[in-house]
Each structure stands twice: as structure tokens, then as C-alpha cells.
């Protein structure tokens, strides 16, 4: 009996030996043309896998760099209808995140962090926005920390607006520079201009009328 229980686990034994176990691979090529990503992969033992599909998460996609390592699952234990499941690469991945913190990131160093304290910390060179319509609530305030501010079209405020430094606008061709409704309150300082116009009247060369003629220009007092 004993020796039939024997036999039975050789055969077992040699069964398992059959049946290949996920193991690591480095991927040396990838084709990102497709519906499923494919790969070409140099395993541990120098063995060469082509056309190894490589799986990812719905909504989320990514082309490993080369050199990045990966985890091959065979399906059925055979290698030659392995998947990976997985895959990392030491020598880019984002490093210092905080318990809980999730981040995205690339290879040249742009990434996407989720903080601890509900920050969303992105860093990157330039940041584009392509939508039609972009809405921000920010129930406390918005800062923008730049030397430049720039807006191509209209600028349109509910609110007050505020400011220190000085203010200057050009208008444009052929256009006013500004215009303004309702009652304007000036504190100090004064209006520079060669030509003022109020009331349709020109304040820089406006005379009057005197029994004597006309007057002269306006004299600064």
C-alpha cells in the first residue's frame, strides 16, 4: 500500500513539474498598436516570450519603459499562454508617499499625487485643459501664483475687482479702452491725459466766451 501511495505522489509531483508557476520577466519590447498591449520579454533563465498580452485595469492605461519588470501568469501553467498582470519599475517609481497617499506618475518625473489631507498635487511642465466648458467652486478662495496671467478673450467679473500695482489698459483697434457705467469716485492723485472730453466738451483746449472774445486755454493752476 505504502508503495502505491508512493507512485502516486511521484506522478503527482511530476504532473506539478509540468504546470508552470507566475515568474518575472523584464520586458524588452512593446507593441501599444491593438486592443491588448503585447510584449516581448526576456525571462530569468534567458528564455524569450513574443507576443505576451499584457492586462490593465478599465479606464487606466500605460506603456511600461524597457527594462521594466514583470509578473507573467500562464494560463493552464503554459508559458506560452502567459498574461501579465502586472508590472513595475524600481528606477522611476514615485518614492516618499505618505500611508493612504496614491499617486501617478511617469518616467521624465510628471505625476499626479493624492495627499493626505485631501490635496490633489499634480507637477508637471505644462498643464493643458481641452474641454468646453471648465467649472471651478472654490467656496474660500483661488490663488494663482504667477508673474504672467493671461486670458485671450473677454474677462467678465460679478464681483469687485481689487488690486495693487497700477492698472493698464490698451483698447482695441479702433475700439475704446474702457467703458464704464454709473458714478466714478477718484481719491487722490490725478487724471493725466492731453485731452480730456466731458460732457462732449474737450478739457484741454476747451475757452469760453468773454466780452473781450474768446479766452485762452485752460492754464494749470
Not at 534567458?46 to 521594466?68: C, D, I, K, R, W
Not at 518625473?109 to 499634480?122: D, M, P
Not at 478739457?203 to 479766452?215: I, W, Y
Amino acid at each position: 500500500m505504502a508503495d502505491f501511495i508512493q507512485m502516486i505522489e511521484r506522478r503527482i509531483a511530476k504532473a506539478l513539474r509540468g504546470i508552470r508557476l507566475a515568474f518575472r520577466a523584464e520586458i524588452t519590447r512593446i507593441n501599444t498598436t491593438g486592443g491588448v498591449q503585447t510584449t516581448q520579454l526576456a525571462g530569468l533563465e534567458a528564455e524569450n516570450l513574443e507576443e505576451v498580452e499584457m492586462f490593465q485595469h478599465y479606464g487606466l492605461t500605460s506603456v511600461p519603459p524597457e527594462g521594466a519588470m514583470a509578473i507573467v501568469l500562464p494560463l493552464g501553467g503554459d508559458t506560452t499562454h502567459g498574461i501579465i498582470i502586472t508590472t513595475e519599475h524600481s528606477a522611476y517609481r514615485l518614492q516618499g508617499l505618505a500611508s493612504g497617499e496614491v499617486a501617478l506618475y511617469s518616467d521624465e518625473g510628471t505625476s499626479v499625487v493624492l495627499r493626505r489631507g485631501k490635496i490633489l498635487e499634480a507637477n508637471c511642465e505644462t498643464f493643458n485643459m481641452n474641454c468646453k466648458n471648465f467649472n471651478v467652486n472654490a467656496t474660500e478662495k483661488a490663488t494663482f501664483t504667477t508673474p504672467n496671467l493671461y486670458a485671450t478673450g473677454q474677462l467678465t467679473s460679478d464681483g469687485q475687482i481689487t488690486g495693487n500695482g497700477g492698472m493698464a489698459i490698451k483698447g482695441g483697434e479702433g475700439g475704446k479702452a474702457a467703458s464704464i457705467e454709473g458714478n466714478v469716485e477718484h481719491t487722490g492723485g490725478t487724471f493725466s491725459s492731453p485731452d480730456i472730453e466731458v460732457g462732449g466738451v474737450k478739457q484741454g483746449t476747451h475757452k469760453h466766451n468773454t466780452p473781450s472774445g474768446l479766452s485762452d486755454g485752460p492754464v494749470n493752476g
